[in-house]
């Protein structure tokens, strides 16, 4: 089956540390892009990759990081740096307009 | 940025009505997107207007357009119990400028 898979769906990090979320996709799409979801809230973007071994920050990039040394693979490190990053994480591959959503990973900080 | 700002936040209609929401935005686009995210998923993609269309149908599913107004509405015509999800606007701007997504309408559909 073609898609997007995000895991762990769920994740639990203590305070201090740093965390890795998975991203990979066999669309063959190239661009890739990260939103964190609050409750309730809209989708707001972390970083995008348009195309491999390049990325973008977007709205809310501080405290996180990403890599794209591969054209399926997009992850995302949340890092200590990172004030508050209890949130729902989706990860997405754009074709042409359109985006095509993963099943979201819920990161709880404990 | 948040470009599109989706009203209401929260909708509640009895199954068999139509249900409405609307999608203010900024800045000009290419074309806006309407997605559905059921609770605790990821969006699907419903239906894309282009910025010089004016409707667009597809299924129970009706998308206006008015760019002098920079605005859309999404209409859900005889709601199911299954529509029950977020629905939430996204809009494109030129070139390779990210989609920009909204903060989303609930509705709830009573059977």
């Known amino acids: 089956d073609g898609g997007i898979t995000q895991s762990p769906k769920y994740l639990f990090r203590k305070e201090g540390q740093n965390v890795t979320l998975s991203c990979e996709q066999n669309?063959?799409?190239?661009?890739m892009y990260w939103y964190r979801q609050d409750p309730g809230q809209g989708l707001r973007l972390i970083y995008y990759?348009?195309?491999?071994?390049?990325?973008q920050k977007g709205d809310i990039a501080e405290g996180y990081s990403v890599s794209r040394e591969k054209k399926e693979s997009f992850p995302l490190t949340v890092t200590s740096a990172q004030k508050n990053p209890t949130a729902f994480y989706l990860c997405?591959?754009?074709?042409?307009?359109?985006?095509?959503f993963g099943q979201g990973t819920r990161l709880t900080v404990v | 940025s948040q470009q599109g700002e989706e009203d209401p936040q929260a909708l509640s209609i009895q199954e068999g009505e139509n249900a409405t929401m609307n999608c203010s935005y900024k800045?000009?686009?290419?074309?806006l997107q309407w997605y559905r995210q059921n609770s605790g998923r990821g969006l699907v993609h419903l239906i894309l207007?282009?910025?010089?269309?004016r409707e667009k149908h597809s299924g129970r599913l009706r998308v206006t357009l008015d760019t002098s107004k920079k605005s859309s509405s999404l209409l859900i015509t005889a709601s199911r119990a299954a529509d029950t999800a977020s629905y939430f606007c996204?809009?494109?701007?030129?070139?390779?400028?990210?989609?920009?997504f909204g903060k989303g309408t609930r509705l709830s559909v009573i059977a």
């Open positions: 997405a591959s754009h074709y042409y307009t359109e985006a095509f």
């Open positions: 669309l063959n799409h190239d661009a």
């Open positions: 990759s348009q195309i491999v071994n390049d990325f």
């Open positions: 800045t000009s686009i290419n074309n």
């Open positions: 207007i282009r910025s010089n269309e």
């Open positions: 996204a809009t494109k701007g030129s070139g390779n400028t990210p989609l920009v």
